[in-house]
Every structure is written in C-alpha cells, then in structure tokens.
C-alpha cells in the first residue's frame, strides 16, 4: 500500500499543498505587498493565471510589466541560451512600442499573434506555451471554458511557460484550471487586487496595488 502511495506521490501532476508549491520560486511581480501573498513569493511559474477586469485599459498590464520586463531580458532555465519569447495573442489593442520599452521591455523578444477566427485564440497560445521557446504567453480569449482553462494549464506544463489570459469579471462564475485567479477593479483611490483562487495559497485582498 505504502509503494503505492510512494508511486503516486512522485508524479509531478499531483500536488501536495504548501510543500508542493514551496518547491519552485514564483515569478517576482514588482509589487512586494502581492508578493506576500503569493506562494512562492511571486506569479507561479509554469502555469496558467487569469485576470479579470471590469474593462480592458484599467492598468492590468502594468501590473504585469516588472515580470515581463524580467523574463524578456533573462534567459529562464540553464538549458536557455537568450531569454523566452513573450507572445500576445490576440490582443484587443496595438502594443504601444515606446511605453513597453520604457517599462524595460526587450522588444525584440515581442511576438504579437493575431488569429483570424476566435477558435483560433486558444489553439494559437496552446502552441506557443507547449513550444517551450516562450517565457510567457498573454491572451485575450473571446471565451475559456473548463476545459480550455486545463489545455492552457497543460500546455504551460509543458513548455514551462507562464500563461496570462485576460477575461471578464462575468467569468468570476466559471470553473477554471488556473493555477492564480486576480480580480481587478480601479477606482479614484487607484487599483484594488483580489485573489479569488491561488493554489496553496488563500484568497485576499489589497485594496491600493497601483
């Protein structure tokens, strides 16, 4: 019984909790008061996050900009010799060049991917996270079902890539895979984040992020 128990638990898709996820460091996010609050003291790695947002443009990607900046600058893994690629796909906006850069964003590790049909989207950022040639993949997908939230997980796996998919705060609702949840609201006061799911971790809340 014992043995089999042993088996089960080296099988890197079973996860264990705390213990599991204090293993492999996150991805430092800028933001010492989100760190906190994520295990791993950043966004996890080889994964897949989703952020819902009232309406795009209210700041979520200079949220993400401190660990872009990082990742398109430093190769990822020893077996790396340039830093990973960092694809959009689909985005609802042309990437402005000149702010990216000021944020220190290598531009010449910028992919921009635009599908001709939405079905398009989830199999596009499949691809490039399972590629194992991307740091991170951002996508903007018209929908994302359970089942399309576990190719995502799946595929970050794989190429241990850090998947970022943009949603609406309507898919609050729905089941989702995702290894980190955020809902983002703006406001006079500025930025309120919070964790509604984080694996080995607890749901909260910052009030003033950005």
Sequence with gaps: MSSSLDKLLENPRVWRGREQVGRQAGIATGYAELDKHLPGGGWPPDSL?????????????????????????????????????????????????????????????????????????????EQALSSGTCAAVLLWPDTLDDQGSRRLQLAAEKGRSWAVAFRP????????????????????????VH????RGGRPAVIPKLL
Aim: proline residues 10%; hydrophobic residues 45%.
């Design 195 to 198: 964790i509604l799911k984080s």
């Design 169 to 192: 705060l309507a898919a609050r609702r729905q089941p989702s895979a995702a290894a980190l949840r955020l809902e983002l609201q703006s406001n006079t006061q500025g930025m309120r």
């Design 49 to 125: 996050t989703e952020v819902l947002t009232t309406r795009y443009g209210i700041g979520e990607l200079r949220l993400l900009m401190p660990a872009l900046a990082q990742l398109s600058n430093e190769a990822p893994r020893q077996d790396f010799t340039e830093p990973g690629w960092i694809a959009w796909v689909a985005p609802p906006f042309q990437p402005y060049p000149p702010a990216l850069q000021q944020c220190g964003i290598d531009l010449s590790r910028m992919l921009i991917v635009r599908p001709k049909e939405a079905d398009e989207i989830l199999w596009s950022a």
